[in-house]
């Protein structure tokens, strides 16, 4: 493991010349009310968590800055989205879907001109590496198109009068005002996209803040929401959220709030907004999600399965396995395979082919990981795997942490990084206790065969947790599944289906039939004098 740790971190001249880092971007410009401004104050230096050796040793990289703005600042771009929506009056909130969907595909065509630059920027800023950095951004450009295509079939469904008891009535949706869209670091384009988009396609306006990390690969991307919607309609924020979102969220002026991060975060924001009750919330938060690993299992793709949903991109994931209860007549065989099949895992930079552990973005993760493992041991596990534990810089080599008990932190808390903790179990009854005490509700796991018992195991669990996974890791997708949580895991729904619902509300415009009414709403619609009211078709 010292040879591994010590060849890690590699010389500018050991990078492919198509990664390397071009000199520090110091950033000045935010986005407001169609303009990119430049911010004269303070910036935020952006640090790699990839070191470079040099004469001097390993130094972490500088890759930049971004614009720390004020209170006031952040302000002047939810006054810029405020006078955008007008009350539901402004051009946007307005236009015909059909304008706003070709909105929409103007900056989606503008985006993919900056493939390379973002997925480098995901390599640089945050660790991960090339192979899912690529995925990351075609998904979300999948993920818009889609989004594209669900909302031509809600509005073509929508488009038909229907009439009941005498009364005849369009049902459309319309938008709920400003949106505040804030995403988080280790999905800084993807999860972010999957509100921001949703929220502008609808007819909302939207001030939008990058994640804490990741913040530099949304610069090449402000040209094209510039260019591509009216000005006001997106606004691009940074700083620091007690700066600037605090402000926000305290002017009572954000309608929508989109959030994905702790729950204690959200909580704190949400009490700053002077009216509650007209604030709806679009939340993705904190999970635990547990593998249950059964008597009765295909034992390869048991261990295939959580190795994978534990330490894909390093952890930093909502929906990974963050802790394993193994049958006791399962636990000894399961250790072996994970621990033989982990070893096996590449550690190295995120552009070296086939690398699967890379560095982690977040400043002291490494030292509180190491707590986690500390306080574990200290009641009584231990760290079965090589190397688990050592790091180096950014680096944190992965913990098979056995066997782990209700005493340690690691049980109750989520790890968000390369630890594995795994819980032997004997009665199910106690794994059934974890989760019905548990504090979140995302999604579970269970490895199993036998049909009777993962019945019954999918009808006890089916009201505790947003999706159940059968001999599967936790995940997101497909994005037309929803995704949702219970407890302190989420609030509402998203999928590309149901994410056009949350940012929206039905509105019925209604009349008596008769025939009055008939050829007065006929005209409007036959004469085009109204955006909201409409029988179009879009192809």
């Not at 090339?130 to 469904?157: P, Q, S, V």
């Not at 552990?357 to 596990?381: M, Q, S, V």
């Not at 080599?397 to 989520?414: D, G, I, T």
């Not at 106690?430 to 490895?447: A, M």
């Amino acid at each position: 493991m010292n040879a591994v740790l010590d060849a890690l971190f590699p010389s500018i001249d050991e990078i492919p010349e198509a990664w390397r880092p071009g000199q520090p971007q110091e950033q000045r410009e935010y986005l407001v009310d169609g303009e990119l401004r430049q911010w004269p104050g303070a910036l935020a230096a952006v640090r790699s968590p990839i070191s470079l050796k040099s004469a001097d040793g390993e130094q972490p990289l500088i890759l930049g800055s971004t614009p720390l703005l004020d209170a006031d600042t952040a302000l002047s771009a939810l006054d810029a989205a405020v006078r955008a929506y007008d009350n539901g009056r402004g051009t946007w909130p307005t236009l015909r879907v059909a304008e706003r969907i070709q909105h929409v595909e103007q900056f989606l065509q503008r985006m993919g001109e900056q493939r390379t630059a973002v997925v480098k920027l995901l390599m640089w800023e945050i660790g991960k590496n090339l192979k899912d950095a690529e995925k990351e951004f075609d998904r979300t450009c999948d993920y818009i198109t889609d989004t594209i295509g669900a909302l031509k079939e809600l509005d073509r469904r929508s488009s038909r009068f229907e009439l009941e008891q005498g009364t005849l009535g369009q049902i459309r949706r319309a938008p709920l005002g400003v949106a505040l869209c804030m995403g988080p670091y280790n999905y800084p384009l993807n999860e972010t996209f999957t509100t921001l988009i949703p929220a502008l396609i609808m007819g909302n306006t939207v001030v939008f803040k990058p994640a804490k990390f990741g913040v530099l690969l949304i610069r090449p991307l402000l040209e094209a929401f510039r260019d591509s919607f009216p000005p006001g309609v997106i606004n691009v924020i940074y700083g620091r959220g007690h700066d600037t979102v605090s402000a926000l969220m305290a002017s009572g002026k954000v309608d929508v709030f989109a959030f994905i991060g702790t729950h204690k975060a959200a909580a704190e924001l949400k009490k700053l907004h002077p009216r509650p009750h007209r604030l709806r919330a679009v939340l993705g938060l904190d999970a635990k999600n547990p593998g249950i690993v059964l008597p009765d299992v295909d034992l390869d793709n048991a261990v295939d399965e959580a190795l994978t949903g534990a330490l894909s991109f390093n952890g930093q994931r909502c929906t990974a396995l963050k802790i394993l209860f193994v049958h006791e007549q399962q636990v000894e065989a399961f250790l072996e395979r994970l621990q033989a099949k982990l070893a096996t895992l590449k550690a190295g930079m995120p552009w070296t082919p086939g690398v699967a552990l890379t560095p982690l973005p977040e400043p002291g993760k490494p030292d509180y990981l190491e707590g986690l493992l500390t306080d574990a041991c200290a009641h009584g596990a231990r760290v079965l795997n090589e190397g688990g534990g050592q790091r180096r810089g950014a680096f944190f080599y992965p913990a098979l942490l056995y066997p782990v008990n209700a005493a340690m932190r690691v049980y109750h808390e989520e790890q968000f990084g390369p630890i594995i903790p795994v819980v032997p179990y004997g009665d199910i009854q106690s794994v059934i206790d974890y989760v019905l005490d548990s504090d979140y509700g995302q999604q579970l796991s269970l490895f199993g065969n036998d049909p009777a018992t993962i019945g019954r195991l999918v009808d006890t669990f089916a009201n505790q947790v947003g999706r159940i996974n059968i001999n599967a890791q936790c995940q997101r997708g497909p994005d037309t599944y929803p995704f949702n949580g219970r407890k302190n895991s989420a609030e509402g729904t998203l999928s590309v289906h149901d994410a056009l619902r949350v940012f929206s509300i039905r509105t019925l415009v209604a009349t008596r039939f008769n025939a009055a009414n008939k050829q007065l709403v006929s005209e409007i619609i036959r004469n085009r004098q109204s955006n909201f009211l409409s029988t179009d078709y879009i192809f």
